[in-house]
């Protein structure tokens, strides 16, 4: 069959589309690369309050093939997705749900400091949305610059981690609800450190999927990886410390 001029092609499946979705896979042809103007207005005002179909696709993605699936998300294939801001917003309220409910706290896995850590976590929780939505960028930053070599503009680096953050979370939610259950600290004490460790591999991975195709030296990628995830991570810590020493006259 001729192609017309007017046709385009779906960046899903790869479709000849010549009207305004996919006769393929029911994408819009109107999918367009990640732009200030538009993750800042269009997408923020828009998907935040529309929870399209996607939410446990996205989630299987996340947890298997975390930066293919981004990285196909970016490029244009995603109809099957949940839209990110949509995702993070519903990961967040659901986080504070179980933030709320728990019968867990962070200050019981320790007997020093736990003035301040209570304080930290009972801030989080009336500020959640503010403040995993307000270390997106920090995050977007780093890899940002870490993957020049990628060439993609920030807004996209923003998407990218805000996918990533909704992976964190979910790990999170996953711990509190293992915590509340068991209600010991001597087993929930490793746990959490392990979760550490499990949320820098996971950062790793993530990172090392999505760049895999930009890098050609693999050992390098793993520390920009690496890197990407732990430097931020450092900076908030630091930020969150300044802030405590400061408030508890600490300094």
Known sequence: MARNSNDKMCLNCDT????????NCGQSIDTH??????????????????????????????????????????????????????????????????????????????DQNKEMLDFVEQTIKRHAKLFYLGIIPLYALFSFLMFRKAKLNYSEHFVINTFRTSAFLLMNIMFLVMASLLRNTTIILPINRALTWIMLAYGTWFYYQYFSLYYTRKLLLVLRSLLAVTLPMILVLLGVIFYLSFLFHLV
């Not at 000849?16 to 006769?23: L, N, Q």
Request: charged residues 20%.
């Open 16 to 23: 000849v589309v010549s009207g305004k979705f996919c006769s």
């Open 33 to 110: 690369r990640f732009q200030p103007m538009h993750v800042f207005t269009h997408d923020f005002l828009k998907k935040v309050f529309y929870f399209d179909k996607g939410l446990f696709y996205s989630i299987k993605e996340l947890f298997t093939r975390p930066g293919h699936s981004v990285r196909e998300y970016i490029e244009g294939k995603r109809v099957n997705h949940l839209p990110y801001f949509s995702l993070i917003i519903i990961v967040i309220i659901f986080f504070k749900m179980i933030e709320d409910i728990t019968p867990f706290h962070y200050a019981d896995l320790t």
